[in-house]
């Protein structure tokens, strides 16, 4: 296979969903394609959001494929329990940086500027 298809379906992998069997979601983040009896689908799975959602309707030819239904998830550990923050670590804060809540929302700022 040439090098480009190679690195092209590692980013974006296509998956056919089985029949038989459950389709295991995204253990960590990232995107695959689904390809299932009721369509194309995206799977995508970010620390913060887990989406499987229809991006083509169904062939009129019958295929080998299960099925799959839309999912929307969001908030911290939305991938199998990825969390992207260690909270038990955390560094003590800097005397010289403060965060600030504003409207527009948070603003990193130091005490120089």
Same mark, same amino acid.
């Given at each position: 296979m040439d090098s480009r298809d190679v690195a092209l379906q590692s980013v974006m992998p296509t998956v056919m969903v089985p029949r038989y069997s459950e389709l295991e979601e995204l253990a960590t983040a990232?995107?695959?394609i689904l390809m299932?009896? %009721?369509?194309v689908w995206l799977e995508v799975c970010r620390a913060w959001l887990y989406a499987r959602v229809l991006v083509a309707k169904p062939s009129i030819i019958p295929v080998p494929y299960g099925q799959v239904s839309e999912v929307m998830r969001f908030g911290l550990a939305s991938c199998q329990g990825q969390w992207?923050? %260690?909270l038990s670590s955390r560094p003590e804060p800097d005397a010289q940086t403060s965060v600030l809540l504003g409207s527009s929302g948070i603003n990193g700022r130091?005490?120089?500027g």
């Open positions: 990232g995107d695959r299932a009896a %009721n369509g992207p923050l %260690n130091t005490s120089g």
